[in-house]
Each structure stands twice: as structure tokens, then as C-alpha cells.
């Protein structure tokens, strides 16, 4: 069913349609080759039971790759023109499979309910929205358990990026607090239109348990937010404001185990729940 996903001339007489100009401010950039459409749907190992969720759809490219490959898919679309539009160009490339499409023409980072718990997240999520928005499915929908997202090649590098690398930061903690991302390819930006001025990335996400710790995810991410807030300091230093003095920065970070004149980019998302922990002790 090759035939069926968009390519760049049915992209561009879509937008012709709609008299769409693709927004920045929304991060609008449409995959036009099928090509890179089937390489996504086939690294995020989704299968005819999956429940999908995308955000951003679009003009509907991934979506109809998706449609091909799992039982149902759920996208989540903020523009009004391009959600109004998507059922219909299902029907008209993939009428046997439109019904298994669920629009909701919302804010991403404003849904909390979906009609079917989701099993996996597959998406080109927004260059200017994607951590956010990745981080509010984790913390929102916790029924999937791997997901593959498409981003902005620097924000692929952050994502899966481990201590003490010079990408390591605050998105790569609070990703690791929910799952395990890994970056596993890279996108050119000529399989887009209109073309962007940087690769993307392909990263992977595996879900897996939160670090054990008294500590809430809220508490743990307020010492990650310090930390990083200036990246050269010490953490006695960049913690200090959090607990009112640098003494009393030193004290949590030794009861937690950990040198005090560290630095954040060193530690991982467990060091940082045990000094969240020694922080906020009742």
C-alpha cells in the first residue's frame, strides 16, 4: 500500500487546498517521502495491536503509515484546518482502514483523557514543543511502554544523551526519570517541506520504572532545574538557592553520598533523587 502515503506533490496540492502556509511558531514541517515514512513506522516495532498515539499529525503522512501497521491511532492535531482535514484524507488514500483514525483537535500539552489507552507514542513531534510534550505524555499516559519520536537533531542529542556529556541536561535527567531514550538515526532536512535548516533525530523510548526514592517527581526535578540553572557551578553552589545557603547545599549533597563540589552535568537521575530526598526530608 506504498501508493497510499503522501509524497511531495500530494503534500503540496493538500496545502494548495487548504491554502495552508506552513506555521514556525507551530513547528510545521511535513514529511514527503514514503521512504522515511516506512523507516519510522518499522524502527518503532508497532504491530496490528498496537494503540497509537501521534502528535502533530499534519497533512496526515505518518499517520497513514501508522493506519497500515496498528489497530487504532489516536492524533492529537492544534491546528484547526489540518484536524478538519485528516479524517478526510484518510478516506480518501486508506478508506479501508479510516475508521481505526481518532482526531482530537486539541493542545497536546493540554489533553488528559484519551477514548483508548494508548500502547505506544509515535510522532514528528514539533521542534518547538517536543520535550514538553514528551514529558507530558510520560507523566499523563502511563499505558505505553515504548514510543519512537522524531525531533530536532540537537534536541535528539539531549534526549538520549548520558552523564557527563556535553549535551547531558535538564531534559536528559527528567526523560530518564520515566524511561530509557536512545538516539538511532538521523533525518535529512530535504525529506521535509518546507525544508528545515537542521537534521532530525530518531530517538527510541522504552519505558521503565521511576528511581526508587521517598522523593516526588516534582521534588527530584526542582534539584535537577537548580543544578542545571547555571552549569558551572558546584552544586553546593547551584543548590543553595533551593535550600537557602551553600552549607546547606553541602549538607544534602554528603548525606546523599555525593561530592558537593560536583557538578549536574556528572550525576544521573538517581543521584539526583537522593539528594532531592535528603532536601526535602520531613
Same mark, same amino acid.
Given at each position: 500500500?506504498?501508493?497510499?502515503?503522501?509524497?511531495?506533490?500530494?503534500?503540496?496540492?493538500?496545502?494548495?487546498?487548504?491554502?495552508?502556509?506552513?506555521?514556525?511558531?507551530? =513547528?510545521?514541517?511535513? $514529511?514527503?517521502?514514503?521512504?522515511?515514512?516506512?523507516?519510522?513506522?518499522?524502527?518503532?516495532?508497532?504491530?496490528?495491536?498496537?494503540? $497509537?498515539?501521534?502528535?502533530?499529525?499534519?497533512?496526515?503522512?505518518?499517520?497513514?503509515?501508522?493506519?497500515?501497521?496498528?489497530?487504532? $491511532?489516536?492524533?492529537?492535531?492544534?491546528?484547526?484546518?489540518?484536524?478538519?482535514?485528516?479524517?478526510?484524507?484518510?478516506?480518501?488514500?486508506?478508506?479501508?482502514?479510516?475508521?481505526?483514525?481518532?482526531?482530537?483537535?486539541?493542545?497536546?500539552?493540554?489533553?488528559?483523557?484519551?477514548?483508548?489507552?494508548?500502547?505506544?507514542?509515535?510522532?514528528?513531534?514539533?521542534?518547538?514543543?517536543?520535550?514538553?510534550?514528551?514529558?507530558?505524555?510520560?507523566?499523563?499516559?502511563?499505558?505505553?511502554?515504548?514510543?519512537?519520536?522524531?525531533?530536532?537533531?540537537?534536541?535528539?542529542?539531549?534526549?538520549?544523551?548520558? /552523564?557527563?556529556?556535553?549535551?547531558?541536561?535538564?531534559?536528559?535527567?527528567?526523560?530518564?526519570?520515566?524511561?530509557?531514550?536512545?538516539?538511532?538515526? %538521523?533525518?535529512?532536512?530535504?525529506?521535509?517541506? /518546507?525544508?528545515?535548516?537542521?537534521?532530525?533525530?530518531?530517538?527510541?523510548?522504552?519505558?521503565?520504572?521511576?528511581?526508587? %526514592?521517598?522523593? %516526588?517527581?516534582?521534588?527530584?526535578?526542582?534539584?535537577?532545574?537548580?543544578?542545571?540553572?547555571?552549569?558551572?557551578?558546584?552544586?553546593?553552589?547551584?543548590?543553595?538557592?533551593?535550600? =537557602?545557603?551553600?552549607?546547606?547545599?553541602?549538607?544534602?549533597?554528603?548525606?546523599?553520598?555525593? +561530592?558537593?563540589?560536583?557538578?549536574?552535568?556528572?550525576?544521573?537521575?538517581? +543521584?539526583?533523587?537522593?539528594?532531592?530526598?535528603?532536601?526535602?526530608? /520531613?
Amino acid at each position: 500500500m506504498a501508493g497510499d502515503l503522501l509524497d511531495p506533490s500530494a503534500v503540496r496540492e493538500l496545502a494548495s487546498q487548504l491554502g495552508l502556509r506552513p506555521s514556525k511558531q507551530r =513547528g510545521q514541517n511535513f $514529511v514527503t517521502d514514503a521512504n522515511t515514512i516506512r523507516r519510522i513506522v518499522a524502527a518503532a516495532g508497532v504491530t496490528e495491536d498496537d494503540v $497509537v498515539l501521534e502528535v502533530g499529525p499534519g497533512l496526515g503522512s505518518l499517520t497513514l503509515g501508522l493506519l497500515q501497521a496498528v489497530r487504532r $491511532v489516536i492524533a492529537i492535531e492544534i491546528d484547526d484546518l489540518l484536524a478538519a482535514q485528516l479524517p478526510g484524507t484518510a478516506v480518501a488514500r486508506l478508506p479501508q482502514r479510516a475508521a481505526a483514525l481518532t482526531v482530537i483537535n486539541a493542545d497536546a500539552l493540554r489533553v488528559d483523557a484519551l477514548p483508548e489507552a494508548p500502547t505506544a507514542v509515535v510522532a514528528n513531534l514539533p521542534y518547538n514543543v517536543a520535550v514538553p510534550v514528551l514529558l507530558h505524555l510520560l507523566a499523563t499516559f502511563d499505558s505505553w511502554s515504548r514510543g519512537l519520536v522524531m525531533v530536532q537533531a540537537e534536541v535528539a542529542d539531549r534526549l538520549a544523551a548520558k /552523564p557527563g556529556s556535553k549535551t547531558y541536561g535538564v531534559p536528559s535527567v527528567k526523560i530518564a526519570w520515566h524511561a530509557a531514550a536512545s538516539r538511532i538515526g %538521523t533525518v535529512p532536512p530535504t525529506v521535509f517541506w /518546507p525544508v528545515p535548516n537542521v537534521d532530525s533525530g530518531l530517538v527510541t523510548i522504552e519505558r521503565r520504572p521511576p528511581p526508587e %526514592t521517598s522523593a %516526588t517527581r516534582d521534588q527530584v526535578f526542582a534539584v535537577v532545574d537548580a543544578a542545571f540553572a547555571q552549569r558551572r557551578k558546584m552544586l553546593r553552589s547551584a543548590l543553595a538557592g533551593l535550600v =537557602g545557603s551553600s552549607a546547606a547545599a553541602s549538607a544534602a549533597v554528603t548525606a546523599a553520598g555525593l +561530592d558537593p563540589k560536583a557538578r549536574g552535568e556528572t550525576l544521573d537521575v538517581t +543521584d539526583f533523587a537522593g539528594i532531592a530526598e535528603q532536601i526535602f526530608r /520531613p
